[in-house]
């Protein structure tokens, strides 16, 4: 969970940078290899969230069938707990990470 939590605000960035470099009525097309939300929809959330509040012509498309036919999408989450190691929890004296927990 640590390094998925670290990697939300550089994900955001980078979505952040490439959404004011786009022309009015480009695309950005958002894509990771996690299946984590944190990296993923509250990554979209988050930057649609703060490129919406400086210019409010930002918004969320579904993925258009005939770009690539047959592309298998399934629908993202809006909802996601966020993990974390309590590292004030250690069960053991050697334990690194202490117990896992989300909020």
């Known amino acids: 969970p640590r390094t ?3 990697l939300h605000s550089l994900q955001l960035k980078i979505l952040s940078r490439a959404m004011e470099l786009i ?6 097309c958002y894509s990771t290899c996690s299946l984590n939300p944190i990296e993923d929809e509250a990554v979209v959330s988050a930057a ?3 490129m919406n509040e400086k210019d409010s012509s930002y918004e969320l498309l579904d993925w258009p069938e005939k770009l690539l036919p047959g592309f298998k ?7 996601w707990k966020v993990g974390f190691y ?3 929890n250690l069960e053991k004296e ?3 990470f202490g117990s896992l927990s989300f909020y």
């Open 4 to 6: 998925s939590n670290e």
């Open 23 to 28: 022309k009015k009525g480009g695309v950005v």
């Open 48 to 50: 649609l969230r703060e």
């Open 73 to 79: 999408k399934r629908p993202g989450v809006d909802t």
């Open 86 to 88: 309590d590292e004030n």
């Open 94 to 96: 050697d334990d690194d």
